[in-house]
């Protein structure tokens, strides 16, 4: 195993450095981007002719024809469905929430369940205990929990300049929140909404029992609410009653849909977004945008006649959001058709301005890829760092631990502001910035294609 | 001469490279912008307490003694105005056009009369001829011309990556396109807004009667609207009716607002933005963003508790935007009192997310700024080119011409989608764009403050 990685990697990292016609051929790719790119029309389309689009839900079945016939549309070599098994939640129709305080005041919050939640089952009503963060729930006594409804209150760390860090250090409330909460004898746990903005509107997201004693349900509500909410709570006794009739079924078959350029060889570059969404607003960032990226960045290529030296596969994944069944699939698949994969890239960052690409692999790997900054610093991506490609290409990285793996990096300022909301709607996205993501994914593939052996 | 700015590059220039405690302070600037930032509300505050500030108007006159107000509430060192004449013109109450085909059909055109344009005197109507860019109406023969609208039509080219250059390029027919137009006959012109996007609203900005013969209107219609008349001319004649009743009133005294921080000397770090903005939305990129910026990195460095070496100046400049009467005053005076001035910053390039600073000086200077890059970089700016420091503080370098002058970058992709139009308004910033951005103003200061002899 040791020597072929090595050979891999001495195949592999020449020195590349500027070079002229890459540069001249990536201007190409800009220019059509730009003057005649589909990335915003079909983001439109996506999000307007379907939007949100839950995994297992008829809409998502409706992505799935909506992202062959366009792939079809374009004539690439070949494009198919494969078949996978994902899980089957739904919100229902029945979501309320209040709180109410000594004095017999009432106020209504803006709730969401969490992905795979279970209802209430008629309406609840217990006393709340706040938590500031779920390390603090963690050491909590049984006795002060029993019979109430845990709030958990840890709000977004604004400090952090990457956005995704301080998503990432409030995950665990959202993630397990409910466990945690359930194991120390909660009837449900509501948490404040992992979001950068302070306003009205709630951000749901997937949430596991793993290995929790009993289930309760869970729910997020807004970030202006959580704050009345332990305004409250500093003032006295503060109930809440719940009620949501969110339930899961069994299990259904969905696809990826996938779309291929042939190469000189049949070692695959795998790039992709996912196709569904939350159920909630449009999922234009999340991640409608990297759909549109994705389709794009092939469309590209073929309208400037690449000739690739290895398959280039385009892949909209399904169900990232609750199980990531699409990529898991997809990674084995590839494994039983002894198929070779030398890179990924994957696009699930928004439709914002695109600054680069985090690279996992090596610290060779990430040195070949850092050849290309001088290259794409006209192109105004700026950012070559050792981070995380992504979940819908994760799993391949199991199957093929010596491939580059990269992940578009693109603001992500206003990213968490409409995440997972109602919010998160086509007229959030910039024409210019979205086609520009198409770009530097093009870009990236052809200079992985170009450069990998 | 020479020996004075040999000697000033030798002090100057000696290499820094990565500073730990540069970064931790510049960590702690960024801290409190991001946790306690004042910027969004300043900004929230002049879009929606003042509003459109154009020069000379009662609104340009509030916007002074809300900045002197701010400025003092702050506590710094001096806050004192500073007199200037500015040019005082006036949009009026009505303004109209509309087209009219052969076969009677008539279209509304949305029309912004351009600053420092002459009214049309009552209703103007004439045969519609088009040019697609300033050069075509150059080489055009007067008498196709004479009598008639002169409708300019190029459009802002899409494949330029830097907005501002694309802008750039099709600054001429607004700045110009009255002179030639009436140099050759016309009874007006009419120009495509200079917008990056398809929509139904003008954009405005100044135009110059320069050396013209004749002085005629001059107005911007929306890019739609471009597009419509474009179709309607290629099907046969088009007349164009238009009525505005704009017009220049004599000069009045206005102020640039002026706040100080004292150094150990008194060489003078000055950065600013500009306070007026066009009649139409509420200037809230063009430049209220700047200001916000300006004021709040002074805040910043006063609440670290931190000691210039040198003068520290953030001016609010006046009149930015037809006459530039502010900056020019402001580098007269500077020489009279005979300061010395080692280093400008300006942003005026809207409230989006900061990449790095455009450097204006000889190549020992911008590899001086250079060498913080590396600890720029982890606060996500990265770009530190050549290039061009801003309209306010250009004509320092003209009375300091050894100085450095910086322009904040900032994303421009969606800048010329609000610019000068009824869609400049506070709901398009962000909060922690913005904030980022007067991050990254204080942390350039401090860098130059430091390092600067």
Redesign the interface.
């Known amino acids: 195993m040791k020597k072929t990685i090595f050979t891999f990697l001495f195949l592999t990292f020449s020195f590349l450095g500027f070079n002229q016609s890459d540069s001249t051929f990536i201007r190409k790719i800009?220019?059509e981007a730009?003057?005649n790119g589909q990335s915003y029309e079909n983001l439109r389309s996506l999000c307007k002719d379907i939007g949100a689009r839950v995994t297992a839900s008829a809409e998502a079945e409706m992505a799935i024809k909506w992202g062959e016939k366009l792939l079809n549309s374009y004539g690439f070599d070949k494009v198919y469905l494969q078949e996978i098994k994902v899980p089957h939640w739904e919100r229902g129709t029945t979501e309320a929430a209040w709180i109410e305080n000594e004095k017999g005041e009432i106020l209504k919050l803006n709730v969401l369940a969490l992905g795979s939640s279970i209802g209430t089952n008629g309406l609840l009503k217990a006393n709340v205990i706040q938590f500031n963060d779920i390390e603090e729930l963690k050491k909590a006594n049984e006795a002060d929990i029993k019979g109430k409804i845990v709030f958990i209150n840890e709000a977004f760390n604004?400090?952090y300049?990457h956005?995704f860090k301080a998503y990432g250090a409030c995950y665990p409330q959202r993630g397990q929140g409910a466990k945690e909460a359930g194991n120390l004898g909660a009837i449900a746990v509501v948490i404040r909404s992992l979001a950068?903005?302070n306003d009205n509107h709630a951000h749901t997201g997937t949430m596991s029992y793993d290995s929790a004693k009993v289930k309760i349900p869970a729910a997020a509500i807004s970030t202006n609410d959580a704050n009345s909410l332990a305004k409250w709570l500093n003032k006295g006794k503060v109930t809440l009653s719940l009620e949501m009739d969110c339930k899961t079924l069994p299990d259904v078959t969905s696809y990826n849909v996938i779309a291929e350029m042939n190469g000189k060889d049949d070692k695959v570059i795998t790039w992709g977004g996912h196709l569904d969404s939350w159920d909630v607003g449009e999922g234009a960032h999340d991640d409608g945008a990297g759909i549109a990226h994705s389709i794009e960045a092939l469309r590209i290529l073929k309208t400037l006649d690449y000739q690739p030296q290895h398959k280039l596969r385009c892949v909209l994944f399904m169900n990232e959001e609750n199980g990531n069944y699409g990529g898991k699939t997809y990674a084995t698949w590839c494994k039983e058709n002894k198929e070779v994969h030398i890179a990924a890239i994957e696009s699930d960052r928004g439709g914002f301005?695109p600054?680069g690409f985090d690279i996992r692999g090596t610290d060779k790997q990430v040195k070949f890829v850092q050849q290309f900054k001088e290259t794409l610093y006209?192109?105004?991506l700026?950012?070559f760092d050792k981070g995380y490609g992504g979940v819908d290409i994760g799993p391949l990285i199991y199957e093929y631990p010596e491939m580059i793996q990269l992940g578009m990096t693109i603001?992500s300022?206003?990213y968490f502001?409409y995440h997972h909301s109602e919010a998160d709607v086509f007229e959030t996205v910039?024409?210019?910035?979205l086609e520009?993501g198409s770009a530097a994914m093009a870009a990236m593939i052809y200079l992985l294609d170009k450069n990998l052996k």
Not at 430 to 433: T, V
């Open positions: 800009y220019d730009l003057e604004q400090k300049l956005t950068s903005s301005l600054t006209d192109f105004q700026f950012k603001n300022q206003e502001d910039n024409k210019r910035e520009l």
